[in-house]
């Protein structure tokens, strides 16, 4: 499974970002998927995670409310619309895929996402 993401970038405190995660190889595998991040000098963090089906979502408190978390199944890949952003929200985040095999789960490469004040 290979796992690119997209949609970072720089913008202010209160703008909007949409960040994509595309899913290639053996799809069939992938049961849930999520969003981390990590900000420099920190541990990566859960933002949201999402079910094969899309029916059941969870999110981090700090993000509740802001992002939401989608998929579209058809296109393999999923999204989270991050709105109000804040500049705690600025980190490298990460696309997460989880199947019952080893390795268990993949990771993509990250994309950066800055908030300024």
């Known amino acids: 499974v290979q796992l690119v993401e997209s949609g970072g970038g720089l913008v202010q405190a209160g703008d909007s970002l949409r960040l994509s995660c595309a899913a290639s190889g053996s799809t069939f595998d992938i049961n849930d998927m999520g969003w981390y991040r990590q900000a420099p000098g920190k541990q990566r963090d859960l933002v949201a995670t999402?079910?094969?089906?899309?029916?059941?979502?969870n999110y981090a408190d700090s993000v509740k409310g802001r992002f939401t978390i989608s998929r579209d199944n058809a296109k393999f890949t999923i999204y989270l619309q991050m709105n109000s952003l804040k500049p705690e929200d600025t980190a490298v985040y990460y696309c997460?895929?989880?199947?019952?095999?080893?390795?268990?789960?993949?990771w993509g490469q990250g994309t950066q996402v800055t908030v300024s004040s």
């Open positions: 999402i079910s094969s089906g899309g029916g059941t979502t």
């Open positions: 997460n895929a989880v199947v019952h095999r080893f390795p268990y789960d993949y």
